[in-house]
């Protein structure tokens, strides 16, 4: 075996002497070794150092220092599972409109040809009423409220497959409240499955976007 | 030193490999339930992964930082960093893993807003090196030994390069692998190895006249 000089072998002896080498670059470094006192010296102090090291806790943590951390931490997951929960109240209302859609099969229809029935205000249901004015009033908690909808409104638009998405101007589909706001833009989701429309309200000043899911509804 | 006895001196290198394998990859799986507990809402699973890697996450932030009062800070930050994050854990390394790079980033972010508070007393390369204040080491019980030794081994960890001090901080502190810190700092094995002996090399120098 061709003997590497101190250069090539330097860098390898950490990896020696922490047992991290592969059985080649180990018995590279092995016959090197035996030739040349000065990187043995290096191995020597890459473990004495490695001893002392490990010898130097760092200084014990007090128990009630822990427990205190532990309960901050509580408070933390419960502010999270709290996100959850009113997370969890918009999906439970958008079962309750899917309840109220006809229980009869309904006829399959291209999207583009789909027309689109008239929305009654009382069909337009609680998602958008609720949420809105929730989620501004909790601002310093919001990154929790806003990601969690964004994810629910992700996995809504991939169940419902969406065919295209555009701009619109027909406010007539908006909520009042919505409507009324110049600096709210519409964007119609064309979805593949023809037994829902999905449109999404974007804020143009402000980082918040809501998206409207309802049934469409049976001609009779 | 004769040859046979200096080749004694040298120990095969091994970690008892297979024992800690194993107990790693038990940790592992252990870790990897209760993250999947932690994502159905389960909030004892947090409480699990807490108490399993506090003092780890402790020990890291301790060293990177050399203040026990800022590595508790920082333990605290991380574990709610991981209460926030899970959602996106994808676990293409282990909990132990993301947790430790997550410990890392901020004891050093933590650093970098302290050494913007205090940079002249904190700029660490132009501070005096603890071995070369040729102050004299009080007479001294075992107890005052150690402590001095203790500090001694803070103030040397602080004048080693950042990047340096976080591998070998994590390897030779933490009981990372090499394969673990590269895949934490998101650089390859032979870098972890370079930097690893670069650390000790640097901590040899600066603590010439504690360790001999």
Redesign the interface.
């Given at each position: 075996m061709t003997t590497m000089d101190c250069d090539e072998i330097r860098t390898m002896l950490a990896g020696y002497a922490d047992g991290e080498l592969a059985a080649l670059e180990r018995e590279a470094v092995e016959a090197h070794l035996a030739q040349c006192g000065r990187c043995r010296a290096i191995v020597a102090d890459q473990k004495r150092v490695q001893r002392v090291l490990e010898s130097n806790a760092p200084p014990p943590v007090p128990a009630e220092r822990w427990s205190a951390m532990s309960r901050r931490l509580a408070d933390e997951l419960a502010g999270r599972k709290h996100a959850d929960l009113v997370t969890q109240h918009r999906l439970d209302s958008l079962d309750d409109l899917e309840d109220e859609s006809p229980a009869e099969p309904r006829e399959t229809r291209e999207p583009a040809a789909r027309p689109r029935p008239p929305r009654p205000a009382a069909s337009r249901g609680p998602v958008l009423k609720v949420l809105g004015p929730r989620v501004k009033a909790r601002r310093p908690r919001l990154a929790w409220v806003a990601h969690a909808v964004g994810a629910i409104a992700a996995a809504v638009l991939l169940a419902v497959g969406i065919a295209a998405v555009r701009r619109t101007t027909d406010f007539g589909l908006a909520p009042d409240a919505l409507a009324t706001q110049a600096d709210v833009e519409l964007h119609e989701v064309e979805v593949t499955d023809p037994n829902y429309n999905v449109i999404v309200y974007a804020g143009g000043k402000k980082d918040l976007a809501f998206m409207w899911v309802e049934p469409v509804e049976s001609p009779n | 030193m004769d040859r046979a006895k200096?080749q004694a001196?040298?120990?095969?290198?091994?970690?008892g490999?297979g024992a800690t394998e194993a107990a790693r990859d038990a940790e592992a799986a252990r870790d990897a339930e209760s993250v999947e507990r932690l994502r159905k809402?389960d909030?004892r699973a947090?409480?699990d992964l807490?108490r399993r890697h506090?003092?780890a996450a402790?020990?890291i932030a301790?060293?990177l930082l050399g203040n026990?009062e800022d590595?508790?800070d920082v333990?605290?930050e991380s574990?709610?960093h991981v209460?926030?994050g899970i959602?996106s854990f994808r676990g293409q390394s282990s909990f132990r893993t993301w947790l430790f790079r997550i410990v890392t980033h901020a004891a050093l972010d933590w650093r970098r807003c302290r050494a913007v508070r205090l940079a002249a007393s904190l700029d660490a390369e132009s501070s005096p090196e603890p071995a070369a204040t040729g102050e004299r080491r009080r007479s001294p019980t075992d107890e005052a030994d150690a402590a001095d030794?203790?500090e001694a081994?803070?103030k040397a960890l602080m004048n080693v390069s950042e990047k340096n001090r976080v591998a070998?901080v994590l390897?030779?502190?933490e009981g990372m692998?090499?394969q673990e810190v590269a895949e934490a700092l998101g650089i390859s094995?032979?870098t972890v190895?370079?930097r690893?002996?670069?650390a000790?090399?640097r901590?040899?120098e600066l603590?010439a006249s504690?360790?001999g």
């Amino acid at each position: 075996m061709t003997t590497m000089d101190c250069d090539e072998i330097r860098t390898m002896l950490a990896g020696y002497a922490d047992g991290e080498l592969a059985a080649l670059e180990r018995e590279a470094v092995e016959a090197h070794l035996a030739q040349c006192g000065r990187c043995r010296a290096i191995v020597a102090d890459q473990k004495r150092v490695q001893r002392v090291l490990e010898s130097n806790a760092p200084p014990p943590v007090p128990a009630e220092r822990w427990s205190a951390m532990s309960r901050r931490l509580a408070d933390e997951l419960a502010g999270r599972k709290h996100a959850d929960l009113v997370t969890q109240h918009r999906l439970d209302s958008l079962d309750d409109l899917e309840d109220e859609s006809p229980a009869e099969p309904r006829e399959t229809r291209e999207p583009a040809a789909r027309p689109r029935p008239p929305r009654p205000a009382a069909s337009r249901g609680p998602v958008l009423k609720v949420l809105g004015p929730r989620v501004k009033a909790r601002r310093p908690r919001l990154a929790w409220v806003a990601h969690a909808v964004g994810a629910i409104a992700a996995a809504v638009l991939l169940a419902v497959g969406i065919a295209a998405v555009r701009r619109t101007t027909d406010f007539g589909l908006a909520p009042d409240a919505l409507a009324t706001q110049a600096d709210v833009e519409l964007h119609e989701v064309e979805v593949t499955d023809p037994n829902y429309n999905v449109i999404v309200y974007a804020g143009g000043k402000k980082d918040l976007a809501f998206m409207w899911v309802e049934p469409v509804e049976s001609p009779n | 030193m004769d040859r046979a006895k200096e080749q004694a001196a040298w120990p095969t290198p091994d970690k008892g490999a297979g024992a800690t394998e194993a107990a790693r990859d038990a940790e592992a799986a252990r870790d990897a339930e209760s993250v999947e507990r932690l994502r159905k809402g389960d909030s004892r699973a947090f409480d699990d992964l807490f108490r399993r890697h506090r003092e780890a996450a402790y020990g890291i932030a301790y060293r990177l930082l050399g203040n026990a009062e800022d590595a508790l800070d920082v333990v605290q930050e991380s574990f709610i960093h991981v209460l926030r994050g899970i959602g996106s854990f994808r676990g293409q390394s282990s909990f132990r893993t993301w947790l430790f790079r997550i410990v890392t980033h901020a004891a050093l972010d933590w650093r970098r807003c302290r050494a913007v508070r205090l940079a002249a007393s904190l700029d660490a390369e132009s501070s005096p090196e603890p071995a070369a204040t040729g102050e004299r080491r009080r007479s001294p019980t075992d107890e005052a030994d150690a402590a001095d030794l203790k500090e001694a081994i803070d103030k040397a960890l602080m004048n080693v390069s950042e990047k340096n001090r976080v591998a070998l901080v994590l390897y030779a502190l933490e009981g990372m692998s090499y394969q673990e810190v590269a895949e934490a700092l998101g650089i390859s094995v032979g870098t972890v190895m370079s930097r690893i002996f670069n650390a000790r090399q640097r901590l040899r120098e600066l603590l010439a006249s504690e360790i001999g």
